[in-house]
């Protein structure tokens, strides 16, 4: 049964740094590509980055220059580095994971608030 668990969330002030980690247990890690995305209280759900088997990332613009995401393979992780963080960056942070991305990931974490102020 797969499991994912995220953790590193917290409070910060504005400009600070938080790194999410996303720590996955049984499937293959190494085969999937891993999302992140969040959810801010009455707004949808919201695409934020993710890395797929070879490396290859993207991002929502509006985290680009600031976020960065990373994977170890041989500790079936995903790192989500960010930096400069805004108010607006306040939101639950999901790990999603699987051989399908996104809202459509196969395998979801409980979540991690991320609470930013200003």
């Known amino acids: 049964q797969v499991q994912l668990v995220e953790s590193g969330g917290g409070s910060v002030q504005a400009g600070g740094s938080l790194r999410l980690s996303c720590t996955a247990s049984?499937?293959?890690?190494?085969?999937?590509?891993v999302s992140w995305l969040r959810q801010a209280p009455g707004k949808e759900r919201q695409f934020v980055a993710d890395?797929?088997?070879?490396?290859?990332?993207s991002y929502e613009d509006s985290v680009k220059g600031r976020f960065t995401i990373s994977r170890d393979n041989a500790k079936n992780t995903v790192y989500l580095q960010m930096n400069s963080l805004k108010s607006e960056d306040t939101a639950v942070y999901y790990c999603?994971?699987?051989?399908?991305?996104?809202?459509?990931?196969?395998?979801w974490g409980q979540g991690t608030q991320v609470t930013v102020s200003s």
């Open positions: 890395i797929n088997w070879s490396g290859y990332t």
């Open positions: 049984g499937g293959t890690f190494r085969n999937w590509v």
């Open positions: 999603a994971a699987g051989l399908r991305s996104r809202w459509s990931a196969d395998y």
